[in-house]
């Protein structure tokens, strides 16, 4: 079964970068859509950023032009760059993978929690 771990989060301050590394292990990293999801103190979880196989990627509106998604298929390696970082970014940051006939993301990583100070 697919296994995620993720790293990289910690406290920052506003405006500064920070990169969120996801591990994939346990299936054909090539055949699965990757992303990252967050949910902050008592708001829904939320998309972020995914990317298919094929490094089409979406990111959400909030983020856009300020988190960049990318995937590394030699190292089975997912990476979300963060750049501008705001206090409203703060949140629990998940990686996620659901398989590319699948349409809900059905593996989950623990979680790496990110803090922006202002």
């Known amino acids: 079964q697919v296994q995620l771990e993720e790293s990289g989060g910690g406290l920052v301050q506003a405006g500064d970068s920070l990169r969120l590394s996801c591990a994939f292990s346990?299936?054909?990293?090539?055949?699965?859509?990757m992303g990252w999801f967050r949910q902050a103190p008592g708001k829904e979880r939320e998309l972020v950023a995914q990317?298919?196989?094929?490094?089409?990627?979406y990111e959400a509106d909030s983020v856009k032009g300020r988190f960049t998604l990318s995937r590394d298929h030699a190292k089975n390696m997912v990476y979300l760059q963060m750049y501008m970082l705001k206090p409203e970014d703060t949140a629990i940051y998940y990686c996620?993978?659901?398989?590319?006939?699948?349409?809900?993301?059905?593996?989950w990583g623990q979680g790496t929690q990110v803090t922006v100070s202002s």
């Open positions: 996620a993978a659901k398989h590319i006939s699948n349409s809900e993301y059905g593996c």
């Open positions: 346990g299936r054909t990293f090539a055949s699965y859509v």
């Open positions: 990317i298919t196989p094929g490094y089409s990627t």
